[in-house]
C-alpha cells in the first residue's frame, strides 16, 4: 500500500468516523437517548464518544502527514511556514465552530479542533516519544482536575449537557474548553497527539499494522473489563454514582479508562479502513466513501445547517424514537455520499474545504 492508499485509507476511516458522530449528534438533539428497545440503545451507545475519538486521531494523522516533508528536511523555514499554515488553519476553524455555536449547536467539536491544532503546531518536530508521554500528562491532569473541581459547573438543565449557562463568558469559555465541555483540551488533546503519533509510523508496513491492530484489541478488552469488574467491587463501597463516575469508559466524563479504551477502539478502525482500501482499491463504494471522508468539514456543518434545520422544518427536533434517530442518520449519511460522488465528478474538494484552502493559503 502506497502513500495514496494510506490517505485513501484515512479518508475512508474519517468518513465511517463522521457516520458515527452523525448517530451520536441527531441521537441527541432528539432527546431519542432512552426512547427505544434495549438493543438499539446498546447498539447506538456503541459510537459515544469512540467516532469522535477516531475524529481526533485523523486530524493528528493528517497534521504529522501535512507536515512530513518539512519536519524530515529540518529546514527551519519550511518548518515555521508549515506552522504558520496550521496556525492559519487553527483560527478558521474556531471561527467556523463558534459560529456555529451561536446557531446553538452547543455539540461542535472545530473551535476545539482549532485549539488542537494551534497547540500541534509547536509539537510537530517533537520525539514521538514526547508525543505519547503528553498524551498520558493531558490524561493524568484531566483526572486530577475532574476529581479536584465540579465537573458539571456551567451546564444548566432541563436537558442535561445540552446547554452551557456562560459560555460566552470569560470564565465560562476557558472552563468549557479547557475542562468540562463536550472536547474540552484535557484530555481530549491526547487524542490528538495519539494521531500524531501514529502518523510517524510505517502503516505501509502489515507487521505494523498487525502489531498495532492486536495492541489495541487487547487494550480495549483489558480495560472494558476493568471498568465492569471496579464498578462492581466499589458501588458496595461508594455507590453507583461515584463509582460509575470514577471507571466507567463512557465518554460523559471522559477519564482514564475511557480515554484508553476509546483509542484502542479508534486505532482498531482505522487499520481495518487501512485493510479494506487496500483490498478493494478501486470499488465504487469503497471509492465513495473516500471521497465523502474528503469532504467531512463540509458534511459536518452541513449535518448542523441542513440536517438539524430540516428536523425542524418537519417538527421531529425533539423527543422522537430512537428508531427514527437512527434511520434520520443513516439517510443523512447516505445523502452525504450522493452528494460526495456529485461533487467531486467536477471538484477535487468540497466547497467548505476550498474556502479554508482559500482563505489559509
Known sequence: MGTKQRIIGYDFARAWAMFGMLIVNFNVIMGAGNNGPAWLRAF?????????????????IGITMMT???VASSDQHLVMESRKNIWKRSVFLFVLGLLLYTLE????????????????????????????????????VAQFLQ??????????????????????S?????????????????????????????????????????????VSVVITAVVEVLSRVLIH?????????ASTFLFNTGPILPNVLYILSATGTAI??????LYVTE?????????????????????????????????????????????????YSVCFFAFSIMVSILWRKKFSRGPIEWVMRKVTG
Open 44 to 60: 447506538t451507545s456503541l459510537f459515544e464518544g469512540r467516532a469522535s475519538a477516531l475524529f481526533v486521531i485523523l486530524a493528528g
Open 68 to 70: 512530513k516533508r518539512a
Open 105 to 140: 449547536w452547543t455539540g461542535d467539536i472545530l473551535h476545539y479542533y482549532g485549539v488542537y491544532l494551534f497547540l500541534a503546531a509547536f509539537l510537530i518536530v517533537v520525539n514521538p516519544r514526547w508525543l505519547v508521554g503528553l498524551a498520558l500528562g493531558f490524561l493524568v
Open 147 to 168: 476529581l479536584r473541581y465540579n465537573p458539571f459547573e456551567g451546564w444548566a438543565g432541563p436537558v442535561p449537557f445540552m446547554n452551557y449557562a456562560d459560555f460566552w
Open 170 to 214: 470569560v470564565e465560562g469559555f476557558a472552563r468549557n474548553l479547557f475542562f468540562n465541555g463536550y472536547h474540552p483540551l484535557f484530555p481530549w488533546f491526547s487524542f490528538f497527539l495519539i494521531g500524531m503519533w501514529l502518523g510517524r509510523m510505517n502503516l505501509k508496513e502489515g507487521r505494523t499494522r498487525k502489531r498495532l491492530l492486536l
Open 233 to 241: 467491587i466499589s458501588t458496595p463501597w461508594i455507590g453507583p454514582e
Open 268 to 273: 482498531a478502525g482505522l487499520i481495518l479502513c
Open 279 to 327: 483490498r478493494w482499491a478501486g470499488s465504487r463504494v469503497v471509492t465513495a466513501i473516500v471521497h465523502t471522508g474528503q469532504l467531512t468539514l463540509t458534511h459536518y456543518v452541513s449535518h448542523v445547517v441542513i440536517g438539524i434545520g430540516f428536523l425542524i422544518l418537519i417538527g421531529r427536533f425533539t423527543n422522537q424514537p430512537l428508531a427514527f434517530a437512527l434511520t
